[in-house]
Structures are given as C-alpha cells and as structure tokens.
C-alpha cells in the first residue's frame, strides 16, 4: 500500500507540473505553485525528484520515452514493408510529426497540456531543457533524418536538415496554443477554424509540412554562393 500511495504522490507531482509549465513556462511557474497543485509539501517533491530541474526533465521523459519508442516503431514497420526501397517523404513525415500530433487525443499520453507544453518549450526553452531535449530526441532525429535522405536523393542533405528544422519551428508553434491569428492580425476566422480544432489544426499543418518538404530548391545568387 505504501508503494501505490508513493506512485501515486509522484504521479501527482509530475500532472501538476505539467499543467502548470504548459501554463505558465519553467521560469514562470514556482515550486510553492506545484505543491499547492498537486496537494503535497515541498519534502514530497524534493524526495521523488530533488529539484525544480530534475523535475521538468522527468515531466518530459515520461511522455517523450513512449513518444520516442512509436516513432521508432513506427518507422521500422514501414521500412520492414518497402523492404530496402526508400519511404515516400508523406510517410516519413507522418511517422515524426503525425505520431507526435497523435498525442493530442490520448490523454494517458499527456493528450493536449503535454502537447502544448512541448510546443511552448520549444520555442521558448532554458539552455538546460534545449540540451535535455536534444539528448532525447537525438537516436530519432538521426533515423528519421536518414529516411529523409534516402527518400528524397535528389535534395542536398544540408536543404533537408534546413527544411526540417523549418517543420519542428511551424509544429512547435502551432501546437503552443498560442492564438497568434489574433494576436498579430485582424484576420478574422470562424470559431470551427480556431486554433483549439486539433481535428483541423492537424490535417493543415500535415498538408503544410509536406509542402515545405516537397517545395522547390532554392536559387542562390553567385554572390551568395561563393560566401557559402
């Protein structure tokens, strides 16, 4: 019983913190903040974890080791299928950035606070989460980035590096939760295309992702070129 109520006292801890950095960021959210969320005392959370740090890292590793292993599984089902041909880029596209989408409707998963607490991390991150993340994702990134260089010969390796970085830059920020399409215009939209529609955020930003990849090379002035 000790052990379950241990578990559970942790598990609390790491929801609370959650919904308070996808709220508020790790700066903007204080520890007296998360004991009163979760209901426990500051001792409960430096003896699961230790620090506000180490907690951070472990809200993310929870959701981001289950996120990971999909990727990858994912992506080792679809090579095992084109048995040695290369994957077409919609494939490797959905298998990165759909897997991670995917997440939003399953709340065991962390559902829509976890995703938006990684879109908002990613473009507002501590140097000690930008280097915590990029240990994580680096064994994907590297086969991921390899099927994108198989699929796609005919683009220089450095334009593909640029292009998914573009593609990680358009997910974060979509999936930040940010309401930019007010905050920087008047633009006026219909409350089914709000940005709180992941049924339709996620089709969009696919079909934009994809477009990215696919767009034609850019043409360098001779100039331009010689400076590289």
């Given amino acids: 019983m000790a ?8 598990e609390r801890i790491l929801d609370a913190a959650e ?18 969320e979760a209901s426990v005392n500051l001792a409960a959370v430096n003896y699961h974890f230790g620090s506000k740090e180490a ?4 809200v993310f590793r ?25 994957l077409k880029p919609s494939q490797i596209v959905d298998g990165f950035f759909g897997t991670l989408l995917r997440m939003a409707g399953d ?8 995703l938006r607490l990684l879109g908002r991390t990613l473009t ?8 915590f993340l990029a240990h994580e994702y680096q064994t994907v990134m590297d086969r991921y980035k ?27 920020y979509a999936i930040a939760g940010t309401d930019a399409l007010r905050l ?10 709000s940005t709180d529609r992941l049924d339709r955020l996620v089709p969009r930003l696919m079909s934009f992702l994809l477009g990215g990849l696919r767009a034609p090379l850019p043409q360098f002035s001779d100039a331009a070129a010689a400076s590289n």
Avoid: C
Avoid at 19 to 36: V, W
Avoid at 156 to 172: D, N, Q, Y
């Fill in 3 to 10: 052990e379950i109520r241990t578990n559970d006292t942790r």
């Fill in 19 to 36: 919904r308070l950095f996808m709220t508020h960021g790790y700066e903007g959210t204080s520890m007296r903040q998360i004991t009163g």
């Fill in 55 to 58: 907690l951070m890292q472990e």
């Fill in 62 to 86: 929870r959701r981001l080791d289950w996120l990971n292993e999909e990727r990858m599984r994912v992506l080792d089902e679809m090579e095992a299928e084109a048995a040695g041909k290369p």
């Fill in 107 to 114: 709340e065991k998963r962390g559902g829509v606070t976890f």
């Fill in 124 to 131: 507002e991150p501590s140097e000690f989460i930008r280097a």
């Fill in 146 to 172: 390899e099927a994108l260089f198989k699929a796609l010969p005919e683009v220089p390796k450095a334009e593909i590096v640029w292009r998914f970085h573009f593609m990680l830059g358009a997910t974060s």
């Fill in 184 to 193: 920087v215009t008047d633009w006026q939209i219909e409350d089914e295309d």
